[in-house]
């Protein structure tokens, strides 16, 4: 196969988000064997030539699968697990064995990636509910899910990227794995195309998973944990999450249940005082699942969860779930602007908003329709600050920063307003024009900024100024010394209206 070929194939596989893309810098690895390094968006076209350098090795990229409309064409179930915990090869059979379309890859730090291709895109959203039930299918339901949203906050939104594979095609360590076997990047172009589903077919895929019957209707991370010893040091916490769920099925007969669950699923089974301690604490009213704790936050996966009869989203519960931000990014304006994902929906929200729980259940309701069920203040501010900690800060448009929010108004000034004849003039808010630099008083521009609900303090305007290369200098107007701003011909040039004859001005 031609190496344009095999190129344009790549790309048709792998094409999503076309305004950015992400690069990733490579460090050390760490104890646990993931590969460190620096993550950046780039927010600029994914062309052909970065295809083209991702595959020679001179520049990694890593794809944004959701595109502009919200759609698709490829998903990723991204396994974490390093120092040689995966064993690609058992995992491509155990997908054979369920007959998943589905591609094996090694990650950079030795994890799995689990690729979905189809031959035509479909909505972000279905993808996103498929591929987290299969991530539930094989074991691993805790993992992160790539679209990560159902759609985009905004024309601004970059979405979430992921690394792909066959960086330096020659010596790949992100490979794919075809019978057992790590495959060539040609090998793996046939492969994946093989596997290539259409639309009818993605939607025909059947996913129901064989669960015992005593789990019934359970949140998927109940089930993980059913079908592994629990042991000491995470069996009081997974009983009491049994027995939220034996609350919900079993109203009228729930402690005798979590009796079962206890000899069934924890190993030793806890003392019948250490049950009984659980079983007064769910007499209280405002029980949940503790989602964000251990040991079941390590297999949450909230997507399948909600749709389970006893899952976050059931309606046997007093209190309602809270609804927790699962990704971050900013955007550095002025105020910034944070785009947080919620049940796989990006929203754009303020500072306020993210900080304050009140805030952002208005948030919530005004954008998902939903109403968030509030927790511990304390708790809160520790899971934004958990999301802070790797938090994404991309770089704003020009156009949205105080400079170029303020460069956008000077030329507007510039151009509506008139040109003197005489220096004089300036002091009717009009702009003298000398050796191409345009002259106006500061005041009558923070007039104008004021109709335009733009004020700012006069230091802050002069300080935003003279970083976009503004001068000051003191002319003689009138009878008076004033303080003039000037700006250079960018903005100069910007001034072609006619001269206002001071002679012919009033009636």
């Given at each position: ?416 307003r008139p040109k003197a004849r005489i220096i004089d003039g300036m002091d009717r808010g009009q702009i003298w024009v000398e050796n191409h630099k345009a002259h106006f008083l500061l005041n009558k521009f923070a007039e104008f900024l004021e109709t335009k609900r733009q004020a700012m303090p006069p230091e802050k305007l002069w300080s935003t100024l003279s970083k976009m290369g503004a001068e000051q200098k003191t002319l003689t107007i009138g009878d008076l010394e004033k303080g003039v701003c000037l700006v250079d011909e960018k903005f100069a040039r910007t001034i072609e209206l006619e001269v206002v004859d001071e002679d012919t001005r009033a009636f």
């Amino acid at each position: 196969m031609e190496k344009s070929v095999i190129l344009n194939k790549f790309i048709d596989l792998y094409t999503g988000l076309q305004r950015a893309h992400g690069t990733y810098t490579v460090g050390e690895k760490s104890a646990n064997g993931k590969v460190g390094g620096k993550a950046r968006t780039v927010q600029e076209e994914t062309t052909r030539e970065k295809y083209k350098n991702h595959l020679s090795g001179t520049h990694g990229i890593g794809i944004v699968p959701i595109r502009e409309d919200n759609s698709c064409s490829f998903g990723v179930i991204d396994i974490d697990e390093y120092n040689g915990t995966i064993n690609h090869a058992q995992l491509e059979k155990q997908c054979q064995e369920l007959n998943l379309p589905i591609v094996v890859c090694c990650s950079k730090s030795g994890g799995a990636h689990c690729y979905l291709f189809l031959t035509e895109p479909i909505p972000a959203g279905d993808m996103l509910d498929t591929m987290s039930t299969i991530a539930t299918l094989i074991g691993h339901p805790g993992v992160e899910i790539f679209p990560k949203q159902r759609s985009l906050a905004s024309d601004q939104d970059t979405g979430n990227w992921i690394n792909i594979p066959y960086f330096d095609w020659e010596f790949p360590t992100r490979h794919a794995f075809v019978n057992g076997e790590p495959a060539d990047l040609e090998q793996f172009i046939v492969h994946a195309e093989n596997m290539r589903v259409t639309p009818a077919e993605f939607h025909a895929l059947e996913l129901t998973p064989e669960v015992d019957d005593l789990l019934e209707g359970a949140p998927p991370c109940l089930i993980a944990l059913s079908q592994q010893t629990v042991s000491e040091g995470g069996r009081n916490n997974s009983l009491y999450n049994f027995g939220v769920y034996c609350k919900q099925r079993w109203p009228d007969d729930w402690e005798s249940k979590i009796g079962d669950f206890n000899s069934r699923f924890i190993e030793p089974s806890l003392l019948p005082a250490e049950v009984l301690n659980i079983s007064k604490s769910l007499r209280k009213k405002d029980y949940f699942y503790g989602c964000d704790g251990p040991p079941i936050k390590q297999f949450c996966n909230k997507t399948v969860c909600k749709k389970q009869k006893y899952g976050i989203g059931g309606e046997t519960f007093d209190s309602l779930p809270p609804l927790i931000p699962d990704s971050i990014q900013k955007i550095d304006t002025t105020p910034p602007i944070w785009i947080i994902g919620v049940e796989g929906i990006r929203i754009e929200c303020s500072s306020t908003q993210l900080l304050k729980q009140e805030h952002y259940q208005v948030l919530l309701m005004d954008k998902l329709n939903k109403i968030h069920g509030n927790i511990k203040p304390d708790k809160w501010r520790k899971i934004i600050a958990g999301l802070m900690s790797d938090v994404e800060v991309m770089p704003a448009p020009m156009e949205l920063t105080e400079t170029g929010k303020l460069g956008h108004h000077l030329e507007e000034y510039l151009q509506n307003r008139p040109k003197a004849r005489i220096i004089d003039g300036m002091d009717r808010g009009q702009i003298w024009v000398e050796n191409h630099k345009a002259h106006f008083l500061l005041n009558k521009f923070a007039e104008f900024l004021e109709t335009k609900r733009q004020a700012m303090p006069p230091e802050k305007l002069w300080s935003t100024l003279s970083k976009m290369g503004a001068e000051q200098k003191t002319l003689t107007i009138g009878d008076l010394e004033k303080g003039v701003c000037l700006v250079d011909e960018k903005f100069a040039r910007t001034i072609e209206l006619e001269v206002v004859d001071e002679d012919t001005r009033a009636f």
